[in-house]
């Protein structure tokens, strides 16, 4: 099971539109896993997820203090490049799910 | 189960504006809403702060803002000012791209979870250039009313200005 975390400004609109969209793209792949929302000002610590995916500033940082990698899903809002995301999210979680 | 349809009527429909800011676009929308009980004061102070912290411009073709903020909101609403002169919101992305923009929409949320579909709806219609250039060139508030119903469904409830809506 891989834990992902969908992390924007507020926690609310971004957010809830962007995991709808990744559960969607995990289904689709056959990928187990969990989604839970955050706010940005959340993520720095979170330490009990394998990957946080936010629609917001955070720099340019891709980790976190804790280590847990972050990757930046702005693409499934504005929907430029929102396939190419998509792709590369599945590849991403799947390393993930063979590492573990 | 309360109403959890985003409310909106001509009032919170503003077409033509004149605004010198971001600001002041926020700042009459928010009048607006909160005139109706939707939202606590502190709403639009939350507002201005979330927006300097964490923009809410969209870089899409046609870019577009999305103002909100999470609580002091008792009924969910959707209200929008379409600029006569663009105003800059900064990207959400982080970037510092100042993004000029004609359409602000701005949100009370309150069950993300219960109104994803709609907010779904919502994103993918403007961030289709079309549809938010359709939007920006409607003179009459009803018109307009009609057409974001016509995009959004059930997930919109479009008032008559009076109307009595029942809390979330």
Redesign the interface.
Known sequence: MVRLVVACGGGIFTTTMVSDQVKDIMKKAGIQCTVTPAKLTEIAGIADADLIIVTGKFGTKTNNVANTPIIIGMSLVTGVGSEKFAEELVQKVKEIEEAK | MGNISLQIDEDLALLNFEAKDSTEVIKELGKRVLAKGYIEEEFIEKLLE?EE????G???ACPFA?P???GFCNTSFLSFAVLKEPVIFNA???SGKELSVRCVFM?G?TD??G??EV??KF??AF?EEENLKKLQEMTDAKETLKYLKSLLGDGLEVKKIGEVVEKN
């Open positions: 979330r912290n964490f923009p809410t969209l870089e899409t999305i909100h903020v999470g959400m992305d982080g949100f949320i993300p979870q109104q994803v907010l779904k994103i993918f961030r």
